[in-house]
């Protein structure tokens, strides 16, 4: 079975602080993607790598940077946390080719007051 | 311009009424159609994958099914468990092997006993 975990489920950080949420895969996966999701507004792709030290900029990547230094590892950072980024962040991870089916993995919830 | 469209937004049926969800997706060239099943405060988890129009797939109580502009999934006799978000997703020709998917709102069912 495919296994995506993050590093944290819950996470409370104030305003200004330097956020980093992980992610890692253990199925060899070339694509790993960042989401967060809000009600009302679904899963929005905020930066995805398909390939070590490669990223590109999803739909709303503002406020954010990622790095991807091995395959099996891929991380989110929030330079400056707002209170507008307090949302759920959802990591995922797919093999390209005939599936591309992406398995997630469960979510960290972030507070930032 | 790409577009997934899930409907209805929220469900609520009794114990063993039968149902239907509805994904339409207005896009270029569709690779394949996704259905995910989401519970509260928890990771997207996979169910199927769709690739061409008459194409039908199914899981326990669950049937998904796939024409060339929507996508259906049927809920033979739900049970309480069966409560959760699903998510429909499409992947485009035009995403090359980035794995790039796009996600509807989703559509909350609540089966109450």
């Known amino acids: 079975d495919v296994k995506v975990t993050q590093s944290s489920r819950y996470l409370v950080k104030r305003t200004g602080e330097k956020v980093f949420l992980e992610c890692v895969q253990d199925?060899?996966?070339?694509?790993m993607f960042w989401y967060r999701q809000d009600p009302g507004l679904g899963l929005r792709l905020i930066y995805f790598?398909?390939?070590?030290?490669?990223?590109e900029k999803g739909d709303i990547p503002e406020g954010y940077s990622v790095s991807r230094e091995k395959k099996e590892r891929f991380s989110l950072i929030l330079e400056s946390a707002s209170t507008n980024q307090t949302s759920m962040y959802l990591c995922?991870?797919?093999?390209?080719?005939?599936?591309?089916?992406?398995?997630f993995g469960p979510g960290t919830r972030l507070t930032v007051l | 311009e790409d577009q997934v469209t899930q409907s209805p937004e929220a469900l609520r049926l009794q114990e063993g009424e039968s149902s239907s969800l509805n994904c339409s997706y207005t896009v270029s060239g569709l690779r394949g159609l996704f259905w995910y099943r989401q519970d509260p405060g928890k990771g997207p988890e996979f169910l199927f994958t769709?690739?061409?129009?008459?194409e039908e797939k199914e899981k326990e109580r669950l049937k998904a099914t796939l024409t060339k502009k929507e996508s259906f999934l049927h809920i033979t006799a739900p049970k309480p468990e069966d409560s959760a978000t699903y998510l429909c997703a499409v992947q485009t020709w035009g995403s090359g092997n980035t794995g790039k998917l796009i996600f509807g709102q989703g559509t909350t069912l609540q089966v109450k006993p």
């Open positions: 199925m060899d996966h070339e694509n």
């Open positions: 995922a991870s797919s093999l390209p080719g005939t599936t591309d089916t992406q398995y």
């Open positions: 790598s398909y390939d070590v030290k490669m990223k």
């Open positions: 769709l690739y061409s129009a008459g």
